[in-house]
């Protein structure tokens, strides 16, 4: 037997997942976002200039295509945020600020645990070309309701943190430095490359002991400048005005290079360890696309595969109508075959969801059938009501049966 990829998934029902597309759709024309898609192929070196070539993404994670000329490497996209970057860019999109949702399947090279996929479902928002607090706000405020509201999700967290400007950051990494030369030969092998490369990653270890030595590091937010402290005070103030709950998270850093300013996260203790389902924060791009200036944007992803982990427990809330009513004909006999066909294409030319069991079986056994597919209605075809242009209609819920000619059956229905 051939079995599918390891951390992929078949997905065999996707009524919740239309659920949940639909709703969040419906609640972004709201804020007067966009839909929008970008290709699953792009050039390695999107990824490499935009996040980070000392990323865990792009270090380990990237499923790339090499090429004799490294320059035309392709590679499967790991995130969308550069994606809609070179897309509003490469474009010569004038819009600003743009505010685009896109959804798709995004690739990474991890080990597959419990809401964690190597091909994975991806909702991205991105509001570009904008540096107004008010409008991070907002957007986190977006986020939020549509959990609270749409999904009537209640277990979960929003934790935010400030990571500043560059100055801000210099200073900060200089003190987390010193700090963490106490501790340089008790910190995990990850840690000690990430102090050196990366060093706000040192954050993410999953490592007890680790946690337990940066409980005391240097917080970020103690060294923000004016401008930047004046911006956080601000965010805080103004989300709690209007009424978004959250707590500070001094260690959430976000794990990809473009980072700055505001970094938030969605948590639900549903989820077990890995308990983000939403990510996000402010970010600048747009030099690394190749264009002469940055372009101050907010954007936030969230996994489709954990979202639907916290709706499924949450269905009883939740109005999932699924597919619509069915209506089954029953042609007793292949002589009734072509006038099911008919009737069959009658009702779906008036917006009946239709099928029609042309395999052959006993009335008993397709009656069977019928009851196991949920269909509402039964219209049986014999040779009397062939005979006499009549259908008998029978109600799967009631279990009445009536007998109408066949010209008054949708008026019947």
Sequence with gaps: MINRVRGTQDLLDLDLQDFILEQVKKHIQTYNFKHIQTPILEHT???IHSLGEQTDVVSKEMYVFPAENKEDSICLRPEATASVIRAYFENRVEEKPYKVFSFGSMFRKERPQKGRWREFTQLNFEIVNSDSVSQDVEFIKMLDSFFSEKLKLENYVLKLNFLGCLDDRKKHKEALNEYLEK???????????????NILRIFDCKSPECQK????????????CSGCNSEWEELQETLQIISVNFILE???????????????????SDLGAQDAFCGGGRYSLG???GSKENFPSIGAAIGLGRLLLLAE???????????????????????QHKLALLMADELRDNDYCTDVLLEGASIKSMMRKANKMGAKKVLILGDDEQ?????????M????????????????L
Excluded: H, W
């Design 397 to 412: 819920i009631t279990g009445k049966s009536e007998v109408v000619k066949q010209a008054e059956a949708i008026k019947s």
């Design 213 to 224: 030595i940066y409980k005391d590091a240097p917080k970020l937010t103690d060294f923000l």
């Design 250 to 268: 001094p260690k959430l850093v976000r794990g990809l290079d473009y980072y700055n300013k505001v970094v938030f996260e969605f948590a639900s």
């Design 45 to 47: 070196k999107l990824f």
């Design 287 to 289: 030099k690394e696309v």
């Design 387 to 395: 005979e006499n242009n009549t259908v008998t209609i029978k109600d």
């Design 183 to 197: 501790f340089a030969d008790k910190i995990c092998p990850t840690c000690q490359k990430r102090k050196e490369t």
């Design 313 to 335: 427990n949450n269905l009883d809330n939740l109005n999932v109508t699924g597919k619509p009513a069915l209506y089954l004909i029953l042609p007793m006999s292949k002589k």
